[in-house]
């Protein structure tokens, strides 16, 4: 497709449950960033991929949270144990260089409740 | 479908110099509306947000913005830039099971 996508746009679990959510970048676009926003918050950082590596991991909340890239393409961020304040909107966006500056495109997020 | 528009791509402005950055949400219903910065190698950060009550919103370094609901606007404003200003821009905009984001706005200011 033109954009990044995620799937599920939407979803509903109940609390221990694990959850997979994926990114689909634009092709081309070796920089993949994993956001999410809580109610009533900002975005929060939680993890950046270059290419199928992860240099920054910093953002990742707890050891329940990961999140793998193959290909430099599809990315899954993966929550075990689902907690109920881990009920956000899963923000990706993948990035490539041009001219020295980097453009950002976003998808269009993924909510997770978690009951 | 909601869309965020961001009709200012590229602006470049002297230092002191006022600045305006536009944008505009297609959603009929309660929005939350955001503005984030991305500087050059870090993370975006959030610069404001409004969710309700006086639409004249002030956040950081300086940065405030009006919501119009009558124009569906959330236009981004600084009395006077400065050099680390320089940065990419983008509008937000929160609907039910959406965040959707802006193309964004690079603006490089210069001493």
């Known amino acids: 497709g033109a954009g990044v996508s995620q799937s599920p746009s939407n979803k509903v679990t109940e609390k221990g449950k694990d959850v997979e959510l994926r990114c689909d970048p634009i092709s081309g676009h070796t920089a993949l960033y994993w956001y999410r926003q809580r109610l009533g918050q900002g975005l929060e950082f939680l993890i950046y991929?270059?290419?199928?590596?992860?240099?920054?991991k910093s953002g990742l909340p707890s050891d329940r949270f990961s999140a793998e890239r193959t290909g430099e393409s599809v990315s899954t961020l993966t929550i075990q144990r689902t907690q109920q304040e881990d009920s956000a909107v899963y923000l990706c966006?993948?990035?490539?260089?041009?001219?020295?500056?980097?453009?950002?495109?976003f998808g269009s997020g993924t909510q997770l409740s978690v009951l | 479908a909601q869309s965020v528009s961001q009709h200012n791509h590229h602006v470049i402005l002297s230092e002191a110099a006022s600045l305006e950055l536009g944008c505009n949400y297609s959603?009929?219903?309660?929005?939350?509306l955001f503005w984030y910065v991305q500087y050059p190698g870090q993370h975006l950060q959030l610069l404001l947000k409004?969710?309700?009550?006086?639409?004249l919103v002030k956040g950081i370094k300086g940065f405030e913005a009006e919501f119009i609901k009558s124009k569906f606007s959330f236009n981004l404003r600084k009395p006077s830039v400065q050099w680390s200003d320089t940065a990419e821009y983008f509008c937000a905009v929160n609907a039910p099971y959406k965040l959707i984001f802006g193309t964004g706005t690079r603006l490089q200011v210069f001493p």
């Open positions: 991929f270059q290419g199928n590596s992860a240099p920054d």
């Open positions: 959603y009929g219903g309660t929005v939350n």
């Open positions: 409004y969710f309700s009550g006086d639409p």
């Open positions: 966006a993948s990035s490539h260089r041009t001219g020295g500056r980097e453009k950002l495109f």
